[in-house]
């Protein structure tokens, strides 16, 4: 299998930035995702995943760490979710996630507790600034 490519993407202010690097282990969300268009941003993130699922590394870290996305970007992220979610339950592989959120910022708690509890995967949610 050829090597599996890597996404990266700078931040904007419309678009956060995203890194997903097999070979570092580094998979990363940040910043700001407010784009029109959700599945072109996103749409090559799945994809990536379908291709990273096939040999995914012993263990996937996978970071959240948002200052402000849309309801389309968080449709997204239960999509991610959920390939993380497939990777851990077909592998048995180590899969984790972290959602960092603001102090103060009830509805983006609320949001991830609520996507770990309908997805049913292990969410670690913190505040950000919290060791």
Known sequence: MDTLRKIYRAKSDFYPRMVFDKEEGVF???GRSLP???EAVYGPVLEWFDEYSMQPNSETKMVFNLEYYNSASLRKFADILKKLKQISDHSGTNVSATWYYEDGDES???NAEDLASSIGIA???KMIGEA
């Open 123 to 125: 969410l670690e949610i």
């Open 36 to 38: 029109e268009d959700s």
């Open 28 to 30: 990363l969300i940040e």
């Open 108 to 110: 983006s708690l609320e």
